[in-house]
Each structure stands twice: as C-alpha cells, then as structure tokens.
C-alpha cells in the first residue's frame, strides 16, 4: 500500500502524515544539507572572486600610487629647477664670491692701469688672456708703490674715478700675472649704482659671468640681469651664451660711502642686488635665452628665443629663430603672439621675420586654444622654464 502525504494547514502550522514521517525527516534533512553545502560552495566561490578582484585592485592602487609618485616627482623637478634658477639668480657662485675683508690690500691704480680695469666693466667685448704689461699698478693710502709681481696672490681692491664715475674693482692675480677666482666690479654714476659685474676667471680665461645694469628704455628705467658663459667658436669668435631678464623697476640705489672709504663690505655682488630688485614688485619686461655678442642679441642658431610680456605680465610675444643685432632676423623662424588686430587672443605666425616682425601676410593659425599653444611650443622642441609662461586665458 502506497504511503499518502497529506498536509494540513492547521493554526498557522503544516502537519505531516505520521505514517511518512521518517522518511520526510531524512528527505527534510538531505535538501537541508544540499542547501548548506550550496551556501558553503557560494560563500567559496564568492571568496575566491573577491581575492582576485583584490589582487586586480591592488594592482590598480600600485600603479595609481606609481603613477602619482611620477607626477610629484615631476612637480618636484620643476619645484627644484624653478628653485634653482632663483637661486641662481639670487646669489650664484656665492660660494665662491667671498667677500671677506681681511687681507686685502687697498690700492689707488696708475692711469696705465686704469685702461686695463675699464675694459673690464663690459666683459662681452672682452678677450681672453689679455697680457698685463705695466710697471706700478697702483698706490696704496701711505704712497707705497706696487708692481704686478708684488701682488700676486693677493685680493685687491682698486677704488678709481674715470669718466666722472666712480668705480670700485676687486680681484686677484695668480703667479702667472692673470687674474684668476671671482672679479666684482661696482661702478656710480653721480652716487647711484649703475652696474655690477661678478666675473668668474680662471688663469685669465674668462667663464662665467654675471651683470646687473641700470638702464632707461622708452622713458622707463630698467634693469638688465644677464648671467652668461664666455665662448670660442672653431675659427676663434668670442661669444656668450646664456639668460637676459630686463625688469621695468623704479628703483635707485644711492651710494653710502665715501670714495677714500670704501671697504670690501660696501660692495654689491649681482645676487645680492637682484633679490632687492625682486622685493621691490619688478615687473619682468622681457626674458632671452641664446648667444649674444657685442652686447647685442645675435644668434644664428635658430634655437634662440625671446618672451615679452606685457604691463599685465602676461606674455604678448613667444619667438624663436635667428637673431641680428637684437632683433628678429630668419627666413623661416615662429612665433605665438597676440593678435595685433583684436589685441585678444593669440595667433601662431611661421616664415619670414625680419625687424622683429612678422613679414607673412596671414598667420598661420589664429584664437589659439591653450592646449594649441602647449603642442606648438612641444613641436618645435623649445624647452622653457613654464614659471615664465604666463598666458592669458583663451
């Protein structure tokens, strides 16, 4: 006889058949351990999901954390090099200017050598290894007489008056009769600074070489700081290569002490100016990277390039290309500028130039976005600091 299940619905509660239940009790219990075995499998696999997607995740992180380690590192690079330029502008080679005044002797110089110190205050006309030949170089406050193998070795301060400026020339000769470590020059013009000059020199080459000149540009005074190196081309053309900044900056530095006495510590080296320059709000004109000569920009490499900017410091003009004379000179040289029609926007000019303008009758390209100008800049291989590319917004 067939068992019958029967169930009863009875006060909320199934009733099973008595005559089925040992065999419901053990049916009751294999679907219940199927279930607990499927939920264990579930939680298993479940696990196992989850460690992989870890793994991915942290694989994720790693290079998300790699990638940003790179992006800060590369912010730190130009943290550094933005650091590095101020610093050198602020006071480069300090290490090796020392201004100490201990054992310097204090020497008035003959008029023999004061022809030799002058052509030393524009060191870009300067040549190499200039022979020295003069008998006294100079007098000391007592009379005594000094000649150039007396010195040797020895830092000199020389205090002299030529063309109605004063000028103050510390420096130092080696055995060789050469002037040899850093040469500071100070010179007063009716008792304002008009220029330093921290020359580096060794055996009479000279290297680098730092300037800060007090000048007058459109009716604006300015002040040129240039730090560049001293070349020789291969058929024996001395140039200079290096950084010009012009600054509009109305500021005066009156002299403070009297001529008969001057001491070491009265002098200006070109960091020490300029980080007063810098704390008194001046207002970057232009900045120029390349060769130049005769105190001029000329260049004829076509990588030399020059950024103006305008009286809100933001850049009017970006050009790179071949340089004559100080003004723009190639055939086929560019340039990002605003546009001169709208005085809004930029255009990208590429050709001719020549007297410092752009001789095409059209740009290029116009109402350059700045990821345009970012790519244009990358394609023509320019490397510039980006602290001086300062943009207006598109």
Same mark, same amino acid.
């Given at each position: 006889m067939e068992n019958i299940v029967c169930f009863l619905y009875k006060r909320g509660r199934f009733i099973v058949n008595k005559k089925s239940k040992k065999k419901s009790t053990i049916t009751g219990w294999m679907i219940l351990n199927s279930a607990v075995i499927i939920f264990i499998l579930g939680l298993f696999v479940s696990f196992i999901i989850f460690i992989v997607n870890l793994d991915k995740n942290i694989a994720l992180m790693q290079q998300s954390i790699d990638t940003l380690t790179e992006e800060v590192s590369g912010l730190g690079d130009k943290y550094d090099n933005m650091n590095g330029k101020v610093a050198r502008l602020e006071g480069a080679m300090s290490e090796s200017v020392q201004l100490d005044s201990s054992d310097v002797l204090y020497l008035y110089p003959t008029d023999e050598f004061v022809q030799v110190l +002058?052509?030393?205050?524009?060191?870009?006309?300067?040549?190499?290894?200039?022979?020295?030949?003069?008998?006294?170089?100079?007098? +000391?406050?007592?009379?005594?007489d000094y000649k150039l193998d007396e010195i040797n070795g020895r830092r000199v301060l020389f205090p002299y008056i030529e063309n109605g400026q004063e000028v103050y020339f510390l420096g130092q000769f080696n055995e060789n009769g050469q002037w040899d470590g850093n040469c500071i020059i100070n010179v007063y013009n009716n008792k304002k600074l008009v220029i330093i000059t921290n020359a580096l020199f060794s055996d009479g080459e000279l290297g680098r070489y730092q300037q800060v000149i007090s000048d007058e540009k459109d009716l604006q005074d300015i002040w040129i700081v240039a730090d560049r190196t001293r070349q020789i081309d291969k058929k024996g053309k001395i140039y200079n290569t290096g950084e010009t900044w012009i600054y509009t900056c109305d500021v005066e530095y009156e002299q403070k002490f009297e001529f008969e006495d001057v001491t070491v510590d009265d002098l200006f080296y070109e960091g020490k100016l300029v980080s007063e320059i810098m704390a008194m709000d001046a207002k970057l004109e232009s900045y120029y990277k390349g060769n130049t000569s005769g105190g001029l920009y000329n260049d004829d490499t076509g990588d030399a390039y020059i950024i103006k900017y305008d009286e809100n410091r933001k850049i009017r003009t970006l050009y790179q290309g071949k340089f004559v004379n100080g003004q723009f000179e190639d055939k086929d040289a560019w340039e990002i500028a605003r546009n001169p029609k709208t005085d809004a926007g930029y255009v990208y000019n590429v050709g001719e130039f020549s007297g410092n303008h752009f001789q095409g009758k059209e740009p290029l390209e116009i109402n350059l976005t700045q990821e345009r100008i970012d790519q244009i800049i990358?394609?023509?291989?320019?490397?510039?600091?980006?602290?001086?590319?300062?943009w207006y917004k598109p």
């Amino acid at each position: 006889m067939e068992n019958i299940v029967c169930f009863l619905y009875k006060r909320g509660r199934f009733i099973v058949n008595k005559k089925s239940k040992k065999k419901s009790t053990i049916t009751g219990w294999m679907i219940l351990n199927s279930a607990v075995i499927i939920f264990i499998l579930g939680l298993f696999v479940s696990f196992i999901i989850f460690i992989v997607n870890l793994d991915k995740n942290i694989a994720l992180m790693q290079q998300s954390i790699d990638t940003l380690t790179e992006e800060v590192s590369g912010l730190g690079d130009k943290y550094d090099n933005m650091n590095g330029k101020v610093a050198r502008l602020e006071g480069a080679m300090s290490e090796s200017v020392q201004l100490d005044s201990s054992d310097v002797l204090y020497l008035y110089p003959t008029d023999e050598f004061v022809q030799v110190l +002058d052509s030393y205050q524009h060191p870009e006309y300067m040549g190499n290894n200039q022979k020295i030949d003069v008998g006294t170089i100079g007098t +000391d406050k007592e009379g005594k007489d000094y000649k150039l193998d007396e010195i040797n070795g020895r830092r000199v301060l020389f205090p002299y008056i030529e063309n109605g400026q004063e000028v103050y020339f510390l420096g130092q000769f080696n055995e060789n009769g050469q002037w040899d470590g850093n040469c500071i020059i100070n010179v007063y013009n009716n008792k304002k600074l008009v220029i330093i000059t921290n020359a580096l020199f060794s055996d009479g080459e000279l290297g680098r070489y730092q300037q800060v000149i007090s000048d007058e540009k459109d009716l604006q005074d300015i002040w040129i700081v240039a730090d560049r190196t001293r070349q020789i081309d291969k058929k024996g053309k001395i140039y200079n290569t290096g950084e010009t900044w012009i600054y509009t900056c109305d500021v005066e530095y009156e002299q403070k002490f009297e001529f008969e006495d001057v001491t070491v510590d009265d002098l200006f080296y070109e960091g020490k100016l300029v980080s007063e320059i810098m704390a008194m709000d001046a207002k970057l004109e232009s900045y120029y990277k390349g060769n130049t000569s005769g105190g001029l920009y000329n260049d004829d490499t076509g990588d030399a390039y020059i950024i103006k900017y305008d009286e809100n410091r933001k850049i009017r003009t970006l050009y790179q290309g071949k340089f004559v004379n100080g003004q723009f000179e190639d055939k086929d040289a560019w340039e990002i500028a605003r546009n001169p029609k709208t005085d809004a926007g930029y255009v990208y000019n590429v050709g001719e130039f020549s007297g410092n303008h752009f001789q095409g009758k059209e740009p290029l390209e116009i109402n350059l976005t700045q990821e345009r100008i970012d790519q244009i800049i990358k394609e023509n291989d320019t490397i510039i600091d980006f602290k001086y590319l300062q943009w207006y917004k598109p």
